[in-house]
Each structure stands twice: as C-alpha cells, then as structure tokens.
C-alpha cells in the first residue's frame, strides 16, 4: 500500500505504562512515602499497521490485549511511548483541530451526552462544536434520525433512556460532523441481541453511504463476522494476525468437524477422530486437518453413509485457540 | 480559527445547553445557596457583635457598614466562585475529560458557560435573600458613583480570574489523587485572604500587605468595597488594572499548566 492511499500508518507504534507496585504491609506502606516504585508494563509492543481509506477492520483480542490502548493513541488520547502513528496524515497525538474534527471514538462503556437533558440538546451542542451550518446539521441529522430510529428519543432526557436508546443517540452524536475515521470500541456492549444487528446494519451503511474507515474492537464475534472483511489479532500488545477472516480460521484452526448422517445400526467411531456428539443415525467427529480427506475416505468406505459434511469449527473456538498461544 | 460569529455561535449553544442543565439541578443548587449565604451571614454577626462591645465600630467600620460589606461580599461571592475544582478530579478519573479532548474546543470553554449560567439561575434565589438581609441588618451603601460604574468591569475580572486560577489549580488531578487535600488548603487562604473572614482592614497590618499581593482580595472583597463606598473612583481604577494583571498572569498559569497536564495525562491515560 502506497502512503496516499493509507487512512491509517502505524509504524512500530508502542506503549508502556509505568505501574505503580508496593508490597502488601505497612512496612511496605511506609517505605513507598518515600521512594515509589514503579513497574513499566507494555501495553502495546510495536505494532505495524495500514489501513486503506473505507475498509472495516475488527481489532480482537482479549481482554488487557492492548486493543483499546491502540485505539486511543490514534484517537489523540494517549502519547505513545515509541513508535509512530499517523492518521489521515496528522500526528493524532498533536490532537490538531482539524484532525479532531475528523475523528469520532465512541466508547460503549462511556457516554459524551449530557444526562439532564434531552437528546437533541446535545445534538445541537455538538453542531456548534463541530461549526455545522443550520441546513448541513438539519440533513445529517434527519438521516441519522431515520436510519438509527431516533426521532422518538430526541425530547427525551439522557436519563431516561434505556442503554440501547442511549447508545443509538451516542452513536448519531459521534457522527454528526461525519468523520472520515471511525474508532468503535465495544459499541454493542451490553446491547440486546435485536439492537446489536441493528447498530451493525447501521455501522456498515455509513460505511458503504460515506466512504469512511472504520476501526472496531468487539468481543462479540458476531460484530466481527459481521463487518470485518479484515481482522486484526493483537494479544499481549503484539499482533498475531492481520488478515481475511476466513484465512484467520485456516491458519489456526488445526481441526475440521466431520458430520456424518448414517444409515440404521450401532457404530464405534472411536477410531476415526474426536466424537463431540454421537446420536443414533448422526455423529460429529473433530479430526485433525491434515488427516480429513483421508478420513473421509475411510468413513465413506467402511460406514454406510447418507451424507457427510466436513466444517471449519466455529470461529469462537478458532480464536479461542488464538489467544491461549502465548505466540504464533 | 473560528471567526467572532463562529465564538458567538458556540457560547450560544454551550450556554443554553448550561442554562437548561442548571435550571434542572435547581433544588441541589438553592441547597449550596444556602450555605452561600450563611458563611457572610455568621461573619456579619460576629463583627457586628464585636463592634458594639468596642463601643460602637471595629476599624471604622460599624454594624450597618459591616452589613452592607457582607451584603455586597455575598453577591460578588456569588458572582465570581467557580465550583471547577469539585469536579475536575471526577472527570479526569471517569473518562468524561478524554471525551472532551477529543473535540475541536479546549474544556474550559463549557466551564465558563456552566458556571455563569449556574450564577444567573441562582440569583432567583439570591435577590430575595439579598432584600430579607438589607430589610433585617440596614446596610450603609455610600458608593462614589464613578466607583459604581467601575463594579461591572471589576465583577467580570475577578470572575475570570477566579475562574482561570481554580482552572489551573484543578489541574492538579492529573498529577495526584489527594486532590481534596489541596483544595481544601486552597479554600481556606481564599477564605481567609479574599476577606470573607474579616473585612481586610481588620487583618494586622502584614497580613493586608499578604493580601494586597495576592490575588484573592481582588477577586471578592474589592468589588464589594467598591459597592459599599470604600473603594472610590482613583483606588478603583488601580485596582482593576491589578485584576488585569491577575488576569494575565492566570492566563499564562493556565496555558503552562495545561500543555504540562495534557502531555502527563496522554501519557498516563486514563
């Protein structure tokens, strides 16, 4: 990728904490009054990354992986400790007007508008912050109104909102000024499973509508699977992978699943690979990669088979495996 | 840059978002009006009480000079204390302050807004304690008129003085968690040097030095000696030119302190 056509150039692009540590005890207590001790911990450990102007990228990671710590030295809020980032080709923690203005970063777990009073108050707030003409705020606003539901929302107080309400709200007031980079951390968390779909469904159409980059950390799969043609790994401040989707579940998912529809009668499967269930007329077995089609040849010749379905396993568990290696 | 209608337009907004959230917490806010009023209270009681045992005044002052001192120190106290280093640590420890960083605007700006709008809710409640007080004590105001004229300027002042100084002290939260203890040290100088405690005649005479060099006697008891008829028209002009300074001098704290804050808190985070 040629530096015009990156949204996003990371470039060894770290983060160390320095934590405060003290001894259990008075002793310790007394000690550290005078001389405090800290532990540098990294958080992120130069990370590499580009991103292409309107592509959709899944951060995943468990959690203290370093995905929000990333997020926020894009965003502006954090210094990194060495490295470089730049977006849409300013230095973020310069945090420059006109990169601001560029941004949004909606956090699940926090909110931006204002509890006491209604929605569109915070709404009009961000029009003045964001300097939007009367005409350009009234149609952005009425098209985000539409497509997230809102217009029954709006005279409400903050307050009295339930946490998907709110969160819609939250969303439209962080794309009011339609940014170019979208940094979405957690943003269906705590959401019902009817309103995750729709903020998803949301997420992709100003996506698809604008043409803007979208950086997205979840750890709902379903968010993922359902965005992110791109997925980036990161685990223990490193990234392991960064790549499609669906070569993230070639490359680590060492098993396939065999699911067989059998004729009547009583078989031993054990011989064949892992049984995961097994119930009369149809089984499930877990084999290893490079044995499948081996095995399936051998299950069609020695047992009579109706039908035979071979399945990566669910993407969960492939990345599941992910994290509990401690490097790749 | 943001042109002057740009300004104009977002104090605008700020303002009225301010004036409808403060118009919500109207019951919490005549609670901390009464505490307001109470502290000049007591200390008018007080003084009163001692200049009738003295025969009469207490360093020329009596008790209907005392009255309109405390009457007047009320208002301006009112009209110029920012409540900014209550809440500052609260949003620097639950992330509100990382989402005002994120846009285009420095966060002093929604302070500024909040707290004047939180002074003009609150008069609804102060003007009528401000009659009952006149109607009960007989307050002397004996102001020179050019002095008067001087009051607006030198509210405006000691507002932003006050308001830039707690700014910068709040600042302080990105660099401990024992920011309670500073305040409350703060607010007792303030207290006691601002000339709430006592009118600053009352103080020895090195103390007042103390308090001439400082900035909190210009910020709340000035005005207010202004208004009774302490300050005339001469002295009310040198001391709105060392407001100006204070305000100068605050505003350099400030763009110092928040470059150092910024740098701390992005490399702290939150």
Redesign the interface.
């Known amino acids: 990728m040629s530096e015009a056509e990156t949204v996003i150039q990371v470039r060894a692009l770290s983060k160390t904490?320095?934590v405060p540590v003290r001894e259990p005890g008075v002793r310790a207590a007394v000690r550290s009054l005078f001389r405090r001790e800290t532990r540098p911990v990294a958080a992120v450990r130069e990370i590499e990354l580009d991103v292409a102007p309107g592509e959709i990228v899944g951060f995943l990671g468990p959690n203290g992986a370093g995905k929000t710590?990333t997020l926020?030295m894009l965003?502006?809020?954090?210094?990194p400790s060495a490295g470089e980032a730049r977006v849409l080709g300013f230095v973020p923690?310069e945090?420059r007007?006109?990169f601001?203005?560029q941004?949004?970063?909606v956090?699940g777990q926090?909110n931006?508008l204002?509890w006491?009073?209604p929605v569109a108050?915070?709404f009009?707030?961000n029009?003045?912050?964001?300097?939007l003409g009367p005409a350009l705020f009234r149609s952005r606003l009425d098209e985000l109104v539409a497509l997230l539901e809102l217009e029954p929302l709006l005279r409400k107080?903050v307050r009295n909102l339930s946490l998907g309400e709110r969160m819609k709200c939250e969303v439209a007031a962080a794309l009011l000024h339609q940014p170019r980079v979208l940094f979405l951390d957690e943003p269906t968390i705590g959401l019902d499973v009817t309103m995750q779909r729709r903020l998803r469904a949301f997420i992709a159409e100003y996506n698809q509508r604008t043409g803007a980059t979208v950086l997205l950390t979840s750890h709902y799969m379903a968010d993922v699977e359902a965005l992110c043609r791109r997925v980036v790994v990161i685990h223990h401040g490193r990234i392991l992978f960064d790549g499609a989707l669906q070569d993230l579940v070639q490359r680590f998912s060492a098993h396939k699943t065999i699911v067989l529809e059998l004729g009547p009668g009583e078989f031993d499967l054990r011989g064949y690979g892992e049984v995961v269930s097994q119930e009369p007329g149809r089984a499930a077995l877990r084999v290893p990669k490079q044995a499948t089609a081996k095995l399936t040849g051998r299950l069609l010749a020695e047992l009579p088979v109706n039908d035979l379905t071979i399945a990566d396993p669910p993407i969960e568990e492939v990345i599941d495996r992910v994290f509990s290696q401690e490097a790749v | 840059m943001?042109s002057v209608r740009?300004w104009a337009?977002?104090y605008?907004?700020?303002f009225?978002?301010s004036l409808?959230?403060n118009l919500?917490?109207r019951a919490s806010g005549t609670i901390w009006m009464i505490g307001l009023v109470l502290e000049p209270l007591v200390f008018l009681v007080v003084w009163s009480t001692v200049a009738r045992s003295e025969g009469g005044s207490v360093a020329g002052l009596d008790p209907r000079d005392l009255a309109a001192y405390y009457i007047a120190l009320l208002v301006v106290n009112h009209l110029t204390f920012s409540w900014i280093m209550h809440t500052f640590e609260y949003r620097v420890r639950?992330?509100?302050l990382?989402?005002e960083?994120?846009?285009?605007?420095h966060p002093i700006h929604g302070d500024i807004c909040d707290n004047v709008a939180y002074k003009l809710v609150m008069l609804i409640v102060l003007l009528p304690a401000v009659a009952v007080l006149t109607w009960l004590f007989e307050p002397r105001f004996a102001p020179d008129p050019g002095a008067l004229a001087l009051l607006v300027p030198a509210l405006v002042l000691g507002l932003a003085v006050r308001l830039l100084l707690d700014w910068t002290l709040a600042l302080a939260a990105f660099w401990t968690t024992r920011v309670t203890a500073i305040n409350q040290t703060y607010f007792a100088i303030v207290l006691f040097l601002s000339g709430r405690v006592a009118p600053i005649a009352l103080l020895p005479g090195w103390l007042q030095d103390v308090a001439g060099a400082l900035p909190f006697y210009w910020t709340v008891a000035f005005p207010a000696e202004l208004a009774t008829g302490r300050v005339g028209f001469a002295a009310g002009l040198r001391g709105l030119a060392v407001q100006l300074v204070w305000v100068l001098a605050a505003l350099g704290l400030i763009s110092f302190g928040w470059r150092r804050s910024?740098?701390r808190f992005?490399?702290?985070?939150t």
């Open positions: 904490y320095s710590t926020k965003a502006g809020l954090l210094h923690s945090r007007h006109d601001l203005r941004i949004t970063l956090m926090r931006q204002v006491d009073i108050d915070s009009e707030r029009r003045a912050i964001y300097r107080p | 943001r740009d337009s977002l605008a907004a700020f009225r978002i409808l959230a919500q917490y639950f992330g509100e990382g989402f960083l994120l846009r285009p605007i910024l740098r992005t490399a702290v985070g």
